[in-house]
């Protein structure tokens, strides 16, 4: 008994170890279904048919119960949205988040139509760029009259030049012993009187100022400096600082040296000497990066060196502009003759 009851345990246990030897078949196959599975949606989705994702769309909501406008490319209600609304066509085949123009799918005249709405709206932003600019020179030319009027009631017109450039309006106001004396960076009684004289109006504009220090071109030995680096750094900020004591906000300031790198002529022209040996003072202005790059052609022939216009000037230039128009005369050119003097002081 005892005998055959060990032999029945034994056959019953061969049984379950070949039972378990051949369950993972199970498993694999499963397995590789699914991963076939898989590679046929992949693709299926590789390649898309608009036509049979059309009759697709049309198939699944048919059989939900009802055709479904959004697949048709028509407008329908939807949920807190009113009866107007449109369903906006996408294509299949582009990515909306690839910045490409989407204009693979379009014929030849639909590019052609595209590529004149962009010309055209390029026109058009440049055309308000021109229009801002010069609007922004006229501004400036207003304040350069300001200017030019004070500094003709202290007798000192001749003193400054003005300039417009991308920058903004640049008032040079040349030293020559009258602002600085050589090789020092302390105020002259005659700088004094000329900064006095435009501070108001820099007053009361919005715009930022920046004030450049210029040395000459010679290479004479600074005394009381390191360096022309130096001396025109401490020029420009004796300039600001006289700002500040005259009504200018110190936020709207700043000062900059720039040696004898950036010279105003030609550093071979007898009159260099002198007119190299300057402070700049900047009206900055307020337009955007493109904008102010148009100033200088904007700006026309005052985008050159020139004495400033006062109002009598101007009012007179307008005038005789209006008599032209009117009558067809040519109003007579005047000249302004200026004497110079050169020194070898930086």
Partial sequence: MS???????QKHEEHEEHANHERWLVSYADMMTLLFVLFVVLFSMSDVNNKKFAQLAAGL?????????????????????????????????????????????????????????????????????????????????????????ALLAQKMLNSAKFTIDQ???????????????????????????????????????????EVDGHTNQLKARTTYYPSGWELSAARASTTVRFFT????????LSAVGFSDTKPLIDPKDPRSVQMNRRVDVVVLTQLTADQAALLPSAA?????LHTGQTTAEYLAEQ???????????????????????????D
């Fill in 61 to 149: 909501s048919a059989g939900f119960g009802a055709p479904s406008p959004a697949f048709q490319g028509n407008s329908a209600p939807l949920d807190g949205s009113a009866n107007n609304a449109q369903v906006v066509q996408i294509d299949p085949g582009s990515n909306p988040g690839d910045g490409t123009s989407g204009t693979e799918g379009l014929n030849q005249k639909q590019k052609e139509a595209v590529e004149r709405a962009i010309v055209a709206e390029n026109r058009k932003k440049a055309s308000a760029n021109a229009e801002k600019a010069a609007k922004e020179v006229e501004d400036l030319k207003a304040i350069e009259r300001k200017i030019a009027d």
């Fill in 167 to 209: 920058r903004g309006l640049v008032v040079t106001i040349v030293t020559n012993e009258v602002v600085f004396a050589g090789n020092r960076a302390e105020l002259q009684e005659g700088g004094e009187k000329i900064l006095k004289a435009i501070s108001p109006t820099l007053a009361g504009l919005p715009n930022n100022i």
């Fill in 319 to 345: 005038k005789a502009a209006a008599t032209k128009a009117g009558t067809g005369a040519t109003a007579p050119a005047t000249t302004t003759k200026t004497t110079t003097s050169t020194t070898d002081h």
């Fill in 245 to 252: 004591d005259h009504g200018l906000a110190k936020k709207r």
């Fill in 300 to 304: 026309g022939k005052d985008g050159q």
């Fill in 3 to 9: 005998s055959g009851g060990g032999k029945r345990k």
